[in-house]
């Protein structure tokens, strides 16, 4: 009966493994952390004719959001068959008339490798009222393996698909 109940134990805990990600080793990137996206990278006043140019901020050739948008936390794993898992909290305007609230937005995923990048379905998935969401997808095309230089962005569904938010790299 022990023998019995070992192995019932030993094959619970390699299902377990399985559910929540696997071994370490099936891990192609991994995200703890965000920042929230600043639409502007930086500002220079002509001292001669008072003239300003904005530079956006733009990462990976993707364009920033027309507003400052703020992020609690974010996890993420990105598995080299392409499988990503991220879990964000507090996804939230921070700034104009609609501050603190998610404006109605939905979010999808994209992985930049080095060279390359790969999305998750672009119709994304809604956050809720507190800016909440949870992306379980697989990238496509599938991402390089190694991954070099890894980013994470976040990006609304609308308009041209600007970044709100940016995992740090665990």
């Known amino acids: 009966m022990k023998k019995v109940l070992g192995v019932g134990l030993m094959l619970f805990a390699v299902v377990s493994l399985a559910a929540f990600g696997g071994k370490r080793e099936n891990i192609l990137a991994r995200f703890n952390g965000a920042i929230g996206a600043d639409p502007v990278s930086n500002v220079v006043v002509s001292a001669t004719t008072g003239a300003v140019t904005v530079t956006p901020n733009a990462v990976r050739g993707v364009v920033p959001p027309g ?6 936390t974010l996890n993420a794993n990105v598995f080299t068959d392409g499988h990503i898992v991220v879990h964000g909290r507090g996804l939230l305007l921070g700034g104009g008339n ?4 998610n404006a109605g937005q939905s979010v ?43 980013v994470l962005l976040i990006r ?12 740090i790299e665990d």
Do not use: K, M, Y
């Open 98 to 101: 609609n501050i603190g609230t």
């Open 108 to 150: 999808f995923a994209t992985l930049f490798c080095t060279a390359s990048s790969s999305s998750t379905n672009a119709t994304g998935v809604a956050l809720d009222e507190d800016g909440n969401f949870t992306i379980d997808d697989v990238l496509s095309p599938l991402p390089q393996a190694p991954c070099d230089s890894p």
């Open 156 to 167: 609304t569904t609308g308009g041209t698909h600007p970044w709100f938010a940016a995992g």
């Open 67 to 72: 507003q400052i948008w703020r992020i609690s």
